[in-house]
Structure formats: C-alpha cells, structure tokens
C-alpha cells in the first residue's frame, strides 16, 4: 500500500478534514425545550453571579445565531460582547443586534439597534454600555429571554457546522 491510496488530504488540511467529517457525524439538531433550558441555565448562571456559566450560556447563543465579537476597534474592554457584524454598501462597520455582559458587576445588557463605527455618538453610548455608564432597556434575564425567542423564531433547528466556536468562545 502506498501513501496515494489512503491519503485524502495534505499537512494542514488534514485536520481540518478529520475535524469536519467528525462533526459530520455530530446530531446538532435542537428542540425548542433545548433553547428554553439553555435560556433558563443562563438565567440560574447570572443569579449566582456566575462568570463563566454566562459566558459560555451566551457563546452557545451565539454560536445558534451566528453572533461574532465586535472588531477590537470598538474598545469595549473587559465587556464580554456578541453581535451580528455587517458591513454596509458604503463599506461602513455595523455592529448589532448585540449582547454586552459585564463580568466584573454581573450585568447583562442587550442593544437592539446596530452600532455604526462611523457614528462618534453611536460609538460613545455603546462604550458607556459596556462600562456601566449608561443603561438600556433590555437587561437581565430579559435578555436570556430575548435570545430564546431569537432563536425560536428562525426556522431550522440544526447548529450549523460551518460556524464552530473555538475553545475561547470566539466565533469565526
């Protein structure tokens, strides 16, 4: 037997190859009772004022949304963030709907109006969200609740293996 017939890929892509046809064998479909307890869980995490519970509650949304971190321009700092990033027909950045948690006082936050990059004003209230000097409407486990229905309101019920989240919660 020679390497030609068995090799499927080369180097790098051999991972990548082994990674994707594993998760193709995954069962990544859910059930709205899944979406309700992940929400619930999220709920349990942020009353126990606990950091990581939140967290990684809020990477799974993200990763069923299809939500990404804000680009590093927008300076949120220690403000975990999760958002639908665009970039508009005027090449001008979006950022938003998004989710803002704030570790380091146990607060959650959700801002339902994109942010633009090019808008100073814009930018200055999204900065003062994030550090608590300012506050929105949706806070608190009404925004374990907005994510749920988000979720529930799209169609398929399959995370999508096309947007894996990496250890660190980033998304691609």
Known sequence: MVDSDIKV???DKSVETVQREAVQLLDLTYTDGDIEHLARE???WLAGSDAGGVEETLVLFAGLLGY???PPSFGLGQTVCYGVHAIGPDKVVTF???VLFRPADNTLAWMNEPVSFSDRQQMEFLRAVA???SSVAVTGDAVFRKLQTIVLERP???LLASRPLSPQGDLP
């Open 9 to 11: 890929s080369a180097k």
């Open 42 to 44: 999220g709920m349990a």
């Open 68 to 70: 990404r971190k804000p």
């Open 96 to 98: 938003g709907p998004l």
């Open 131 to 133: 550090a608590g000097e």
């Open 156 to 158: 398929e019920r399959v």
